[in-house]
């Protein structure tokens, strides 16, 4: 992005752009959204919007596109946010609208408004000089097509796996006339979700006439690991053709022979095991005994890792530690506002926002519902209905004079009127939460500290904030020597001597509303205006290539540990239809395929 960012800089002159480019974020790019959609507006006969509107509220029970609020405007910006990301040209985006049960007249129609909805965005922001994230690497690869760019000698791409189509179409712009050297290993590509699809890689090599160079030696982890997921792996590629087809045996290093060990605890369930929670405090004592054991014969803090495969549980396990005054730190490579107690407050100014910006209803919005399930508890539909009216109350009230008081005082009257503050006391792992809440108030009252500033103003310097990465979560004053509890993604590129391996019964939830395929385009479930069949069709690839990914995952955690590898399992029953199941967990995983 940074190479893309000084390209796009500097031959901006090319695409027509105002040359002071600057990087803008989601409300200052949704003013340039209304105003494309007024344009498609009033370009497009209004019987032929009501047309494509009838057909979209007929056959769809969605209320949502992710974040936003079912509509055509959005749908549009959707499929344009994602042609960008996926780099797709106006050419390719054919397959997107085949997959509509549309007659041709109105396939044509839909095309037709998307195109001039496109061409008008993009010519707001070239004009205005004005990009969001997705923009710098789709503008900067339409500028590589039309010159002749680049006089290095020598190009190297490191973590080659985890470069998406896009990227690997400008690694392929600039090294025309380049030595190009892609170091790469598919086992560890675990970025797919953001269209980093390994096969890309090896597409590429080919096209490139790359020489290929194998490297099968691991200098990092000890025999015994090695073979260990030397038979995992082996175990897995009898079964999927992806792992058959890219997994090699590893080759330990001579130094690293004869060393090392591992532990599994398998767990059996017992009376007291009726939840998974349950399961995860036991699972949680043993870490810690095990941690407490460990350092008495001499380990240090600093050598343990925790690996998770997701942070949803992470605190429950620090809390465990923390009751033992075991020193630990939660590294969160995620912004303090991912929090849900922070992210409460910032819906409530997005929703102030929002009201005054559209004077729309405001009970069907995401940030609303999460605000009312966190106050009250209560499911979305016919519960709760005055507490409800008392928060639209409240942010109608506060956008009549938000822009004249400073945002603290707002949080304090927010946090007053509806208790909030004891709300996150009476949570789990209240004190971490308040730490880090008191912390986001702190910011809140220095951002205001000259001036009070206007809440879109305020609410764009607070997302500057939310870039920031906060890296350890922990009362532990000694954060450098204490065990490392971390997601898997995280620990890429790391090594720790002592890796335990957490939470191996979590499963991901899946299930999406909407999916975005390379080959297939476009797939919105839970509705009928997609073609037969093609649903089926779109949701199995996609559940077929997260599964594997997610072994990749795995391969990932357990290559991480170099003398000591301990993974705590539980005791499941196999169902006979297991292994078309593409939502195992590792658990389930390690134990279908080690002896």
Not at 473 to 501: C, D
């Amino acid at each position: 992005h940074s190479f893309s960012l000084k390209d796009i800089s500097e031959y901006s002159i090319l695409k027509g752009f105002n040359i002071n480019i600057n990087v803008e974020d989601e409300i200052n790019i949704n003013s340039f959204r209304k105003e494309a959609w007024k344009f498609v507006k009033s370009n497009f006969l209004q019987n032929d919007i009501n047309l494509i509107y009838k057909f979209f509220n007929k056959n769809i029970t969605l209320h949502k596109i992710y974040n936003y609020d079912f509509s055509l405007e959005n749908l549009l910006f959707y499929i344009y946010t994602y042609q960008k990301r996926f780099g797709y040209t106006d050419i390719n985006m054919d397959n997107i609208f085949e997959k509509f049960e549309l007659t041709d007249d109105e396939k044509k129609l839909l095309k037709n408004m998307y195109f001039e909805y496109k061409k008008y965005l993009d010519n707001l922001k070239i004009r205005n000089g004005t990009i969001d994230y997705d923009d710098i690497l789709y503008f900067a690869n339409e500028i590589l097509k039309d010159i002749n760019y680049g006089n290095y000698k020598l190009i190297i791409v490191d973590e080659a796996q985890d470069t998406s189509y896009i990227q690997l179409e400008i690694i392929k712009n600039i090294s025309k006339n380049s030595r190009l050297i892609m170091a790469g290993d598919y086992m560890q590509s675990i970025y797919e979700w953001r269209d980093a699809e390994p096969d890309y890689v090896e597409t590429v090599a080919k096209e490139l006439n790359l020489h290929p160079y194998h490297m099968d030696k691991n200098f990092r982890s000890n025999e015994i690991i090695i073979n260990f997921v030397n038979e995992l792996f082996n175990s897995l590629k009898n079964k999927y053709s992806q792992i058959e087809k890219n997994f090699h045996n590893l080759k330990v290093y001579e130094n690293n022979k004869g060393n090392g060990k591992i532990i599994l605890k398998l767990f059996t369930n017992d009376v007291n095991d009726k939840t998974k929670k349950s399961k995860r405090k036991k699972e949680a004592n043993y870490i810690k005994e095990t941690i407490e054991n460990l350092v008495k014969n001499g380990a240090k803090y600093e050598d343990i890792a925790i690996l998770f495969r997701s942070k949803t549980h992470i605190m429950e396990y620090a809390e465990v530690l923390r009751s033992s005054n075991i020193k630990y730190s939660v590294i969160v490579e995620k912004s303090l506002f991912d929090d849900l107690e922070i992210k409460i407050i910032m819906n409530l100014l997005y929703l102030i926002y929002y009201y005054n910006e559209y004077n729309a209803d405001i009970r069907n919005k995401l940030e609303f519902i999460e605000i009312i399930l966190f106050l009250y508890n209560c499911s979305i539909e016919n519960q709760c209905e005055k507490e409800k009216d008392k928060l639209v109350e409240f942010i109608k009230d506060s956008g009549k004079y938000v822009d004249k008081i400073k945002k603290i005082e707002l949080v304090k009257n927010f946090d007053n009127k509806f208790n909030y503050s004891k709300k996150i006391l009476n949570s789990d792992n209240y004190l971490d939460k308040i730490i880090r809440y008191r912390r986001f108030l702190s910011i809140l009252q220095k951002i205001e500290e000259t001036e009070t500033k206007k809440l879109v103003d305020f609410i764009n310097i607070m997302k500057q904030y939310s870039d920031q990465k906060l890296n350890v979560v922990s009362l532990n004053e000694n954060y450098e020597k204490g065990v490392k509890l971390i997601s898997i993604h995280q620990s890429k590129g790391l090594e720790f001597p002592i890796i335990i391996l957490a939470d191996t019964d979590f499963k991901s939830p899946g299930s999406r509303e909407f999916y975005f395929h390379r080959k297939h385009g476009l797939g919105i479930s839970k509705s009928l205006i997609m073609k037969k069949n093609f649903l089926d069709i779109i949701e199995k690839e996609i559940k077929e290539k997260e599964f594997i990914e997610n072994l990749r995952i795995l391969y990932v955690a357990l290559t991480r540990a170099k003398n000591l590898l301990i993974i705590p399992l539980h005791d499941y029953k196999k169902k006979d239809d297991d292994e078309e199941n593409r939502s195992k967990s590792y658990n389930e995983i390690i134990l279908d395929n080690i002896n």
